[in-house]
C-alpha cells in the first residue's frame, strides 16, 4: 500500500447526520467538514475552512444543489461550496480542500495523503 491509496477511519457511519454536516479531525490536526447524504448513501468531505469568511464553520453550512452540483452554503457569507470539486460558485479563485471518503463496514473513511 502506498501512502496515495492511504484510508484514515473518521467515524461510524451511526455517528453523521443525515442530509447534514459534522466536524472531525484528520490527523489530529486538519479539520474536515464531512457531510452525509441519507437518499445516495453517500459521504462527502471537505477543509472546514471558509476562505472568505476566514472561519473554520464549513459544517454548519445547508447543503442544497446549484445545476448538478452537490453544494454547501456557508452559514456566514452564504458563497456555496462545490462538495465535489471545493470549487466556490460564487468566486472561483476561491476554493476549499476535497477528500475522497467511503464507507465500509459502517466505518467512514478518508483518502489522506
Known amino acids: 500500500m502506498t501512502a496515495a491509496t492511504k484510508w484514515q ?10 442530509d447534514s454536516g459534522i466536524c472531525a479531525l484528520l490527523n489530529d490536526e486538519q479539520q474536515v467538514a464531512i457531510f452525509y447524504l441519507k437518499a445516495t448513501n453517500q459521504a462527502y468531505a471537505i477543509s472546514n475552512y471558509d476562505p472568505i469568511g476566514k472561519a473554520n464553520v464549513l459544517y454548519r453550512g445547508i ?45 467512514v473513511q478518508l483518502k489522506v495523503a
Do not use: W
Open 9 to 18: 477511519t473518521i467515524c461510524q457511519q451511526q455517528d453523521l447526520i443525515h
Open 63 to 107: 447543503i442544497g444543489s446549484i445545476d448538478e452540483d452537490i453544494v454547501v452554503s456557508s452559514p456566514l457569507y452564504k458563497q456555496h461550496f462545490s462538495l465535489t470539486s471545493g470549487l466556490c460558485i460564487q468566486d472561483e479563485t476561491k476554493s476549499v480542500a476535497v477528500f475522497k471518503t467511503r464507507i465500509i463496514d459502517d466505518l
